[in-house]
């Protein structure tokens, strides 16, 4: 049997099924993958994608800060 060779996309890693090659998501890389501020790793992937996206919180930021938006602020100061 003659395996293709394969390159995988990022977020995938390639493990031997059948003899050959394949990728399959590498879930570690996803639990490593670091969102910005005022983002988090959506609960679930989509399907175009290996690891879940990053997602808008429900939170203010302002100056590399978050705040919860019940809480009152006085940017004033």
Same mark, same amino acid.
């Given at each position: 049997?003659?395996c293709?060779n394969?390159?995988?996309?990022?977020?995938?890693k $390639? #493990?031997i099924?059948?003899c050959?090659?394949?990728? #399959?998501?590498?879930?570690?890389?996803?639990?490593?993958?670091r969102?910005?501020?005022g983002?988090?790793?959506?609960?679930?992937?989509?399907?175009? $994608?290996?690891?879940?996206?990053?997602v808008?919180?429900d939170v203010? #930021?302002?100056k590399?800060t978050?705040?919860?938006? $019940?809480?009152?602020?006085?940017?004033?100061?």
């Amino acid at each position: 049997m003659k395996c293709p060779n394969i390159t995988c996309p990022n977020g995938y890693k $390639s #493990v031997i099924e059948n003899c050959c090659p394949t990728c #399959v998501c590498d879930t570690q890389k996803c639990f490593e993958k670091r969102c910005d501020i005022g983002y988090e790793l959506a609960a679930n992937k989509t399907n175009d $994608s290996c690891c879940p996206p990053c997602v808008p919180k429900d939170v203010c #930021v302002d100056k590399n800060t978050e705040y919860q938006v $019940s809480k009152q602020l006085d940017l004033l100061n």
